[in-house]
């Protein structure tokens, strides 16, 4: 993704910071803005997880920080549902005002149920995905429940919520409990709906989501994620909430499509600027793919290696040569399956990457063929892989000619 901070005013005035994302080479046919749970901020690994899913598809994103959380403004202790509501509207304000305006929100727990609430009062959203999301307000109270008495006794009190103290006033507690969230998704009509919601939830009942279902109207989609905690801690749940986000809007939002003047004449472009390894890749105008390194190594692991590619090429290389060919032959082929190993420590290349002496690695290939060759035929279909194109290239070797472009 393609990261720039920005930051806009709230309705009170107050400087809300956030990151905007933009996927590679593109001019975003829609955005999409992102609300975090509560007393979290912009900054969560799932948040970014999520975002880096929705890029790949070809939004723009922007993520925020809630007032007094994170980097933005203010003092956490003068909001409220309300507020947060508000902060949402502002952040649309900005895209509106500055790119285009947004058809997706996407909010994580309380986040969620103030996306619900924004999307029903604002025309531009089309598409609405919540994410652990009470079904109303009021049931963050149950967070703070041992010191409710004291708030409203002595007008605000210090709370610890998941390890870390804030301070919460009266007002927080009145605005939750005025607020009707079931009443009005039973009044919104014209939004597609996205529940996601773990029946592991340990802080957010699944029985939530029920609740928001059964409250909306069509059309409405419920996805489990199942074994997920509350904050989406582990990669994979992220990772899978973002992947069903940007499938699942594509059914109500058209395709974006590259502009024209905005195509590259390169077959392949990559682009690294977020995280310590993860690189984008567009090849041919069309496919986005995600490389990274290990976590051994420092990466994140959301991506095959450079290698990974190299090899990857190297296999379907061979298993389309060996299937045109058989085609050719009209042979009865059914099946090539293709496995590959490179045996080159090319990590600590990279790391010593002035030294002229280079590994010269060496790959394994081993081919499975299925369907009734016989011998003859399996003896030149082996022939025949080694005639692929990759193959060749990698054994003759390449010529790499590379010029800098001043930006």
Known sequence: MKSQKVSFKNSNGKELTGRIELPLDQSPGHFAVFAHCFTCSKDLKAVRNIT????????????????????????????????????????VDYLRENYIEPSLLVGHSLGGTA????????????????????CEPE???????????????EGRASVTIAG?????????????????????LGSMRHKSLLIMHSPHDDTVSVENARLIYNAAHHPKSFVSLDGADHLLTDKDDSLYAGDMIACWVQRYLPSPQIKEELKTESQVVS??????????ILVDNTHHLIADEPESVGGANL??????????GLGACTAMTLKMYA??????????????????????????????????GKFERII????????????????????????????????????????
């Open 303 to 312: 991506g095959p290696t450079p290698y990974g590619f190299l090899t990857s």
């Open 327 to 360: 085609d050719r032959k009209e042979w009865p082929l059914q099946e090539v399956k293709v496995h590959l190993n490179f045996d080159n420590s090319y990590y600590e290349d990279c790391k010593n990457c002035e030294n002229e002496e280079r590994k010269i």
């Open 115 to 134: 996306v619900l609430m924004a999307g029903s009062q604002l025309e531009c959203i089309k598409a609405i995905a919540t994410i652990g999301a009470p």
């Open 271 to 280: 682009r690294i600027d977020e995280g310590p390894f993860l690189t984008e």
């Open 164 to 184: 870390r103290s804030f301070n919460i006033k009266d007002q927080f507690i009145k605005d939750l409990e005025n607020q009707g969230m079931l009443k009005m």
């Open 368 to 407: 499975e063929i299925k369907g009734e060759l016989d011998d003859k035929q399996k003896e030149r279909m082996m022939q025949i892989a080694n005639k692929c194109p990759v193959h060749k290239t990698l054994e003759q070797g390449v010529t790499i000619q590379t010029r800098l472009i001043e930006v």
């Open 139 to 153: 049931h963050v109270l149950h967070l703070i429940s041992s010191d409710i008495e004291d708030i409203k006794k």
């Open 52 to 91: 880096l899913a929705l890029s790949q598809k070809g939004f723009g994103v922007l993520r925020f920080d809630f007032t007094g959380l994170g980097e933005s403004e203010g003092e956490f202790a003068d909001t409220n549902f309300t507020s947060n509501v508000n902060d949402i509207k502002a952040a």
